[in-house]
């Protein structure tokens, strides 16, 4: 490989056949003059411009299109020189630290020198060691393409702002499912919105047995094994559902709060009680509509309940797992819209309540295709305000585009599957993170189960892996509608 | 077709190659043929009206290529290749051979020309420098002799074809000696083969005009006759030269036939090849395909550069332009001098 261009950040490498270098490989150019070297990483690469090659091509073919056949005698094997230089191919890679002494320093002001520096493909694991990629407390996403694993640090999504992005059926879930066992492992409380049913076994191995993390699995389904009951509500976190998910008028919710204070004053907090309250309160006819279609939203939602026996404590399980590690997996697969909202808000302003007592520490929060059930002014919140208490959440979307760009700008690790629609690399491509070019070039041929892990979690070295598989059972699956049907 | 080299050109070219010198890599340009003497020319202005003629012929063309890969600080290294394109049953096929590298110095100028004079052809001029071109002449007559080489191979292979040339059919000129192309032009027609050789530029003037751009208002294809062409001994025309328009676009060429030919299989000659190969601005395809197939591409010049480099350890660099160095934007460059 010889050096033959630097364009900004973007450098330029001759390369020849034989020389396997393909998009994400890394390379150490190394001017040992300078005692200096750079690490680059390959985002492109094409066809050197080669004077006459276009001619070359064209001559082999007549006017009817075919081949010509023939016999070249080529005593003086010229062929394979011909063959060397017109396959030679040019890199674009992209400049992503300066070795000296062994230590890396995000610098791209020097340039090596052309004639002296040697280029060589810089192996993952030295890379990862160059760069202290692993941790204490190791988590295996995946295979390198040399063969090597690709491991990062638990805490390096600790207090962090993730994402998972990549279209259908790439891996997104399994990758989720893969950080969130890990974090179990590690003994950590993780929160899952799981919107398609997907999580529940995460407790399960493929073939159906009990898996070493079972006992930390913890499923509610609202309105079946997961229901409330009013006096154990805040009505603060009650507030939020009524003005937030039910979109309650601020005078009626004034008036919600005067009924509240006289139901508990009572010691009378239970749904029968407070459908009553509203029926004989003294006000405006259309507060008391207004309060009343909202009374029957959270009846029919089937999620609040009088029966305290049915009522689930989300708090014990958030404490069960705060203990051994766990996750309190929402499933809000045969959930409705409003219902899920409803849900949503009241696991959020329970964490939020939780986190400010200090009853918990922190939560790692994993929300799959928040857009659908993510009031808009949360999303700031979660990534500014919730962050500070302690709630560290990971995005996970197929549809880039539903997640802001504020959010993008902020995330820390950005785990990206295969996209090759132009609009959602350019959403991608706006992650403070990386640069453009690397997230177009890159994550468009990236083959299905293949994720490019960005940010801090590879210390801002973008690597390519294979997320591993693992033992537990896929829940993930489309229902199809000619499975097991036999064509007559 | 009968392929086998002789072994000399291979060889001269490896031992010209093994003397460790300096490659200056330098404007690549080809040397135009010598020039040729008319006098007192006529072109016939009644065409001579052609039908193609659909009978089932071979049809086959050769041709060289040359071109300077670099200078050295004693001489210039130069790349030689030839293609014999043939079209039979309606599908083209070709033999390409070479390209074949000599390093060419004042020293041994002499030894590669003559010894692959007498390889190829059973004849040399001896060791006198009378007849050995000069440097500059090197590349364009190593072509000549690779190119007659492969003439005389298909003259002897093919019969009942036609058989077309790059060119002309003069001869008597150093790198084309009169006896060589009599051989070839007889031993063709022993094979009941017809020559044509088609002029890609023709020097031939009628009252100052070029013979290709006299051309009648009639509907091609048809053919001009040229008469009273008598060229300056030693040089010899060993065919009748025409003018040839043989598609509607405004394209002429001369084309010389075997003057041995009586006049009538001459006409009947290109009548089959209008009828056996495609036509494409007056030029056959048969011709034009080995054209293409010997010409060098930037990119196998880049690779000639390389096989020398790597093989025989010469390190190619830019001599400096002196025209640029002097005039600076308006130097045009050496080539052009």
Same mark, same amino acid.
């Given at each position: 490989?010889?050096?033959?261009?630097?364009?900004?950040?973007?450098?330029?490498?001759?390369?020849?056949?034989?020389?396997?270098?393909?998009?994400?490989?890394?390379?150490?150019?190394?001017?040992?003059?300078?005692?200096?070297? !750079?690490?680059?990483?390959?985002?492109?690469?094409?066809?050197?411009?080669?004077?006459?090659?276009?001619?070359?091509?064209?001559?082999?073919?007549?006017?009817?299109?075919?081949?010509?056949?023939?016999?070249?005698?080529?005593?003086?094997?010229?062929?394979?020189?011909?063959?060397?230089?017109?396959?030679?191919?040019?890199?674009?890679?992209?400049?992503?630290?300066?070795?000296?002494?062994?230590?890396?320093?995000?610098?791209?002001?020097?340039?090596?020198?052309?004639?002296?520096?040697?280029?060589?493909? !810089?192996?993952?694991?030295?890379?990862?060691?160059?760069?202290?990629?692993?941790?204490?407390?190791?988590?295996?996403?995946?295979?390198?393409?040399?063969?090597?694993?690709?491991?990062?640090?638990?805490?390096?999504?600790?207090?962090?702002?993730?994402?998972?992005?990549?279209?259908?059926?790439?891996?997104?879930?399994?990758?989720?499912?893969?950080?969130?066992?890990?974090?179990?492992?590690?003994?950590?409380?993780?929160?899952?919105?799981?919107?398609?049913?997907?999580?529940?076994?995460?407790?399960?191995?493929?073939?159906?047995?009990?898996?070493?993390?079972?006992?930390?699995?913890?499923?509610?389904?609202?309105?079946?094994?997961?229901?409330?009951?009013?006096?154990?509500?805040?009505?603060?976190?009650?507030?939020?559902? !009524?003005?937030?998910?039910?979109?309650?008028?601020?005078?009626?919710?004034?008036?919600?709060?005067?009924?509240?204070?006289?139901?508990?004053?009572?010691?009378?907090?239970?749904?029968?009680?407070?459908?009553?309250?509203?029926?004989?309160?003294?006000?405006?006819?259309?507060?008391?509509?207004?309060?009343?279609?909202?009374?029957?939203?959270?009846?029919?939602?089937?999620?609040?309940?009088?029966?305290?026996?049915?009522?689930?404590?989300?708090?014990?399980?958030?404490?069960?797992?705060?203990?051994?590690?766990?996750?309190?997996?929402?499933?809000?697969?045969?959930?409705?819209?409003?219902?899920?909202?409803?849900?949503?808000?009241?696991?959020?302003?329970?964490?939020?309540?939780?986190?400010?007592?200090?009853?918990?520490?922190?939560?790692?929060?994993?929300?799959?295709?928040?857009?659908?059930?993510?009031?808009?002014?949360?999303?700031?919140?979660?990534?500014?305000?919730?962050?500070?208490?302690?709630?560290?959440?990971?995005?996970?979307?197929?549809?880039?585009?539903?997640?802001?760009?504020?959010?993008?700008?902020?995330?820390?690790?950005?785990?990206?599957?295969?996209?090759?629609?132009?609009?959602?690399?350019?959403?991608?491509?706006?992650?403070?993170?990386?640069?453009?070019?690397?997230?177009?070039?890159?994550?468009?041929? !990236?083959?299905?189960?293949?994720?490019?892990?960005?940010?801090?979690?590879?210390?801002?070295?973008?690597?390519?892996?294979?997320?591993?598989?693992?033992?537990?059972?896929?829940?993930?699956?489309?229902?199809?509608?000619?499975?097991?049907?036999?064509?007559? | 077709?009968?392929?086998?080299?002789?072994?000399?050109?291979?060889?001269?070219?490896?031992?010209?190659?093994?003397?460790?010198?300096?490659?200056?890599?330098?404007?690549?340009?080809?040397?135009?043929?010598?020039?040729?003497?008319?006098?007192?020319?006529?072109?016939?202005?009644?065409?001579?009206?052609?039908?193609?003629?659909?009978?089932?012929?071979?049809?086959?063309?050769?041709?060289?290529?040359?071109?300077?890969?670099?200078?050295?600080?004693?001489?210039?290294?130069?790349?030689?290749?030839?293609?014999?394109?043939?079209?039979?049953?309606?599908?083209?096929?070709?033999?390409?051979?070479?390209?074949?590298?000599?390093?060419?110095?004042?020293?041994?100028?002499?030894?590669?020309?003559?010894?692959?004079?007498?390889?190829?052809?059973?004849?040399?001029?001896?060791?006198?420098?009378?007849?050995?071109?000069?440097?500059?002449?090197?590349?364009?007559?190593?072509?000549?002799?690779?190119?007659?080489?492969?003439?005389?191979?298909?003259?002897?292979?093919?019969?009942?074809?036609?058989?077309?040339?790059?060119?002309?059919?003069?001869?008597?000129?150093?790198?084309?000696?009169?006896?060589?192309?009599?051989?070839?032009?007889?031993?063709?027609?022993?094979?009941?083969?017809?020559?044509?050789?088609?002029?890609?530029?023709?020097?031939?003037?009628?009252?100052?005009?070029?013979?290709?751009?006299?051309?009648?208002?009639?509907?091609?294809?048809?053919?001009?006759?040229?008469?009273?062409?008598?060229?300056?001994?030693?040089?010899?025309?060993?065919?009748?030269?025409?003018?040839?328009?043989?598609?509607?676009?405004?394209?002429?060429?001369?084309?010389?036939?075997?003057?041995?030919?009586?006049?009538?299989?001459?006409?009947?000659?290109?009548?089959?090849?209008?009828?056996?190969?495609?036509?494409?601005?007056?030029?056959?395809?048969?011709?034009?395909?080995?054209?293409?197939?010997?010409?060098?591409?930037?990119?196998?010049?880049?690779?000639?550069?390389?096989?020398?480099?790597?093989?025989?350890?010469?390190?190619?660099?830019?001599?400096?332009?002196?025209?640029?160095?002097?005039?600076?934007?308006?130097?045009?460059?050496?080539?052009?001098?």
């Amino acid at each position: 490989m010889k050096l033959y261009k630097k364009e900004g950040n973007v450098l330029q490498v001759l390369s020849f056949p034989g020389e396997t270098v393909e998009k994400g490989d890394y390379l150490l150019v190394d001017d040992s003059e300078a005692r200096k070297a !750079l690490i680059v990483q390959v985002i492109d690469v094409q066809f050197a411009s080669i004077p006459g090659v276009l001619e070359e091509l064209l001559r082999s073919l007549p006017d009817g299109g075919e081949l010509i056949q023939g016999e070249d005698i080529d005593p003086l094997e010229i062929a394979p020189h011909i063959t060397f230089i017109q396959d030679a191919s040019l890199l674009f890679c992209k400049i992503r630290a300066t070795v000296e002494n062994e230590n890396l320093s995000p610098s791209s002001s020097w340039l090596p020198s052309r004639s002296q520096s040697t280029i060589k493909r !810089l192996p993952l694991p030295t890379l990862l060691k160059l760069a202290k990629v692993e941790g204490k407390l190791p988590i295996v996403l995946g295979c390198t393409k040399d063969s090597s694993l690709l491991t990062i640090d638990a805490s390096s999504l600790d207090g962090r702002l993730n994402i998972i992005t990549g279209k259908k059926e790439t891996g997104k879930s399994h990758l989720s499912k893969l950080l969130m066992v890990n974090l179990v492992g590690y003994r950590a409380t993780v929160v899952v919105f799981d919107l398609n049913g997907e999580y529940h076994s995460l407790g399960m191995t493929n073939d159906g047995k009990r898996n070493a993390i079972y006992d930390k699995i913890h499923v509610l389904t609202p309105s079946q094994n997961f229901k409330l009951a009013l006096n154990q509500l805040n009505l603060h976190v009650l507030l939020g559902i !009524l003005i937030h998910a039910l979109h309650l008028p601020g005078t009626s919710a004034r008036e919600f709060r005067h009924i509240w204070q006289s139901l508990k004053d009572r010691d009378s907090l239970t749904l029968h009680e407070l459908g009553e309250t509203i029926r004989n309160w003294n006000c405006n006819q259309q507060v008391r509509d207004a309060l009343f279609s909202r009374y029957h939203s959270l009846v029919n939602s089937g999620f609040v309940t009088d029966n305290i026996a049915e009522a689930t404590m989300l708090e014990d399980c958030l404490f069960k797992a705060k203990e051994q590690g766990g996750a309190i997996i929402i499933n809000l697969r045969n959930t409705g819209s409003i219902d899920r909202q409803i849900v949503v808000e009241y696991v959020l302003g329970k964490l939020v309540e939780s986190l400010t007592s200090w009853k918990l520490k922190a939560v790692f929060l994993f929300a799959e295709e928040a857009h659908l059930y993510l009031r808009e002014t949360y999303w700031d919140d979660i990534v500014t305000r919730m962050r500070h208490f302690g709630i560290f959440t990971t995005f996970i979307t197929n549809q880039p585009d539903t997640i802001r760009d504020n959010i993008y700008r902020q995330a820390d690790n950005i785990f990206l599957f295969n996209f090759t629609n132009e609009h959602d690399l350019d959403v991608v491509s706006r992650a403070a993170r990386v640069d453009a070019e690397t997230v177009r070039s890159i994550a468009r041929d !990236l083959p299905p189960h293949h994720c490019l892990a960005l940010g801090k979690a590879v210390r801002d070295f973008p690597i390519v892996t294979k997320v591993k598989a693992m033992d537990v059972k896929t829940m993930g699956e489309t229902r199809l509608f000619f499975t097991n049907t036999t064509t007559g | 077709m009968d392929t086998v080299l002789p072994h000399q050109f291979i060889e001269l070219s490896l031992y010209s190659l093994r003397h460790r010198l300096q490659v200056n890599q330098h404007s690549i340009q080809q040397i135009n043929s010598p020039q040729e003497y008319v006098q007192t020319l006529r072109l016939n202005p009644e065409p001579i009206l052609l039908k193609p003629l659909h009978i089932e012929n071979v049809v086959a063309a050769v041709d060289t290529s040359t071109i300077k890969i670099g200078d050295t600080n004693t001489g210039i290294v130069i790349a030689v290749r030839g293609a014999n394109v043939w079209k039979q049953n309606g599908n083209y096929r070709y033999t390409r051979i070479g390209p074949f590298i000599f390093h060419v110095t004042e020293e041994n100028k002499s030894e590669v020309y003559n010894t692959l004079q007498s390889a190829y052809f059973g004849t040399q001029h001896g060791p006198s420098h009378q007849n050995t071109p000069n440097l500059l002449q090197m590349p364009t007559r190593i072509a000549t002799l690779l190119e007659r080489w492969l003439q005389k191979m298909l003259s002897r292979t093919i019969s009942n074809g036609l058989i077309l040339f790059d060119g002309s059919l003069t001869s008597g000129t150093p790198d084309t000696p009169t006896q060589r192309i009599e051989e070839i032009l007889g031993t063709a027609r022993k094979r009941a083969n017809i020559v044509l050789a088609f002029s890609k530029m023709t020097s031939l003037r009628v009252n100052g005009h070029l013979i290709t751009d006299l051309l009648p208002n009639h509907q091609p294809p048809y053919l001009l006759e040229v008469d009273g062409f008598r060229p300056r001994p030693p040089v010899v025309l060993l065919g009748n030269i025409y003018v040839a328009r043989l598609t509607r676009e405004n394209y002429a060429f001369r084309v010389d036939i075997d003057k041995e030919v009586p006049t009538e299989p001459k006409i009947e000659a290109v009548e089959k090849l209008l009828g056996n190969d495609i036509f494409s601005q007056s030029y056959p395809e048969t011709l034009r395909l080995a054209h293409i197939l010997c010409t060098f591409t930037a990119n196998e010049v880049l690779a000639m550069q390389h096989f020398v480099t790597r093989k025989f350890g010469l390190h190619v660099f830019n001599r400096p332009d002196m025209h640029k160095i002097l005039f600076g934007p308006y130097g045009k460059g050496e080539a052009y001098s």
